[in-house]
Each structure stands twice: as structure tokens, then as C-alpha cells.
């Protein structure tokens, strides 16, 4: 749902960023253009794109989205692990 032709994968994480118990939406993202992946103006961008399809398409409640984090690569489940 938070899917964008300008990243390669994203994964919604609430995050405690400020260790006071309370969880924040924070998105981590593989930019599909490598070159940007320090971009502050693509990652603000995203975050209000990300932010209004939450909005419009899932919960309004859930809308607000703290920081996205641009990175090279996510963690991926090893497909040999047994889920629970």
C-alpha cells in the first residue's frame, strides 16, 4: 500500500525513537535510483506520498508517518527459518 515507483522496497516499522514508550511510524526504504539514497528532499517526499495513501486508503488514524529512512537493502526472513 505504501508501494512507489521510486523505491525498490519498503518496510513500516513503529519505532519508540525517543525512549519514552511511545511508538512512531517510521518507513525504511531502498530508493530504485542508488544515487539518491542520501536525498532528504526524496525521503520528505515519500514520507508525505506514503502519508496520504495511509490517509486515503487504510486509516487516517494510522497517517502519520515520523521519518522515512532511506537505506541500500532490508533484512529479508531466511526462508530455511520456521515461522512461528
Known amino acids: 500500500m505504501i508501494a512507489d515507483d521510486r523505491v525498490y522496497d519498503t518496510k513500516p516499522i513503529a519505532v519508540d525513537t525517543d525512549e519514552s514508550g511511545q511508538h512512531q511510524l517510521v518507513v525504511y526504504a ?3 535510483d ?3 539514497m ?3 528532499e526524496l525521503a520528505e517526499d515519500l514520507r508525505a506520498t506514503f502519508q496520504k495513501r495511509i490517509k486515503d486508503r487504510l486509516n487516517p488514524l494510522l497517517a ?3 521519518e522515512v529512512v532511506l537505506v541500500e ?3 529479508q526472513p531466511d526462508p ?3 515461522r512461528p
Open 30 to 32: 531502498v530508493p530504485t
Open 34 to 36: 542508488r544515487s539518491r
Open 38 to 40: 542520501k536525498s532528504h
Open 64 to 66: 502519520h508517518i515520523h
Open 73 to 75: 537493502e532490508l533484512p
Open 80 to 82: 530455511a527459518k520456521p
